[in-house]
């Protein structure tokens, strides 16, 4: 018997080996119950049913009109409240100016939402700047939430620095001191901190600062015409009470910003997500992939946080996901997508596999399942250690690489199939005729999907072993072949009792 056979004899004896044989394999890495789906899909997209109504033929001439003389109304007002100010303010406008187009700017502003149909109540009581200078409001989706700010005293905006620079509109903006944020400056979240945190200790020189779109949905001028063709629109506005940080939250502000947001969530009575801008842009590049925009979706905070990934690589997992599941229906990958990606056909081996990416077990794999499966079960599994262990696992004659013949019997014994062709896959590893340790390394860095693939044939031996009565057991080394050439003279009748 040659040594690939014997290779091949080794896996055979472990039980659950054979083709179709249902017995107990190697165990696979716990699944991590610490990723649990979030309740919501998406909470980028709003979807609603249009309907016509006749009464829309009047309302929505007549609204136009008088939204739009109250917005002319209004901006003489903020041309003296902006007057020879800079566009980025640097100290608080207190003066005259202030006191008197702000009860002007309110009094219009409750009076355009009013014209446009809106019936507002509020409930609870307004805290003062001193005593909470950061105001926050939620969930943001419109600009119609503009109203919650015209109902607490024309606060401080934080808002797209885009906006400003749109006539009319922008000048409005700037009238009520906003905290312009840069989507394409990379220092803009570090500034915009920084100028949150200098206006909330001011001792109330600033106006409150309210933090708060959801990213896909009705246009400006479709949310326009659809809430004037409306007879009324019910709003309310909630003032919560003042949440003051506790010792251990002042040290650790995640834990406040999560304890406020879970109190307005239980509010709302709506579910918690950790969907943040990083998920919209994953979400576009789904869409710019062929993808359902929704598979861009992971919760990428909470993901890179526990994976220690950043926003490169999970890109990069992205488009590694849409060269597989582009084919597929519904842009998620199935047992036959994951197959014919790995070049591999259906076994116990590639099914185990498949179903520890498939974490809710609905029989296909989504985005946020590849991501988590990647990091979790290929990449610990494929360090350099390891991936040295599986080469000369691979290497049966320690000649220093692998054979087609070498690569085919080992995958064949790992994943039950004696009648495997691995042509395709030994081509795309191979250079030439056989495969060197660099060209193994390159492609286990690469595709971190086989990292499980090419151990398994570890795992068995171990199983082997420790299956076999204690007298006659072994510690396998990690770093050695069972059939590996060095130990082929000395241990010839220990394998000979194997």
Known sequence: MNWCAEAAAVAATVPGAGVGDGGLRPPMVPRQASFFPPPVPNPFVQQTRIGIFLLGIILLPLRALLVGLMLLLAWPFAAV???????????PVNDWRRKITQPALTFLGRAMFFSMGFLVTVKGKIASPLEAPIFVVAPHSTFFDGIACVVAGLPS????????????????????????????????????????????????????????????????????????????????????????????????????????????????????????????????????????????????????????????????????????????????????????????????????????????????????????????????????????VAFKLFDVDKDGCITEEEFSTILQASLGVPDLDVSGLFKEIAQGDSISYEEFKNFALRHPEYAKIFTTYLDLQTCHVFSMPKEVQTTPSIASNKVSPENHEENTSDKKDD
């Open 157 to 388: 905006l934080l808002s797209r620095n885009e906006n400003a620079q749109v006539p009319l509109i922008g000048r409005l903006l700037r009238a009520v001191q906003p905290v312009l944020v840069s989507r394409v400056d990379p220092d803009s979240r570090k500034n915009t901190i920084n100028e949150i945190i200098k206006r909330a200790t001011s001792g109330g020189e600033w106006p409150q600062d309210t933090v708060t779109w959801t990213w896909q949905g009705y246009t400006f001028i479709q949310l326009c015409v659809l809430t004037f063709c409306q007879p009324f629109t019910k709003v309310e506005v909630e003032f919560m009470p003042v949440q003051v940080p506790s010792d251990e939250e002042i040290k650790d502000p995640i834990l406040f910003a999560s304890r406020v947001r879970n109190l307005m969530a239980e509010a709302l009575g709506i579910p918690v997500t950790d969907h943040t801008y990083e998920d919209c842009r994953l979400m576009i590049s789904a869409g710019q992939l062929t993808l359902p925009m929704e598979a861009g979706l992971v919760e990428f905070t909470k993901i890179s946080r526990k994976l220690k990934l950043d926003w490169d690589g999970i890109r990069k997992h992205l488009d590694e996901y849409a060269s597989i599941a582009s084919s597929s229906k519904g842009g998620r990958i199935g047992i036959e997508e994951f197959a014919e990606y790995l070049k591999l056909p259906i076994s116990d081996v590639l099914r185990q596999l498949f179903a520890l990416f498939d974490r809710n077990n609905d029989g296909s794999i989504d985005f946020r399942e590849y991501v988590i499966g990647l990091a979790v079960l290929c990449n610990p599994a494929n360090t350099e250690e390891i991936i040295q």
């Open 81 to 91: 409240s902006t007057a020879c100010c800079p566009e980025k303010l640097t100290h």
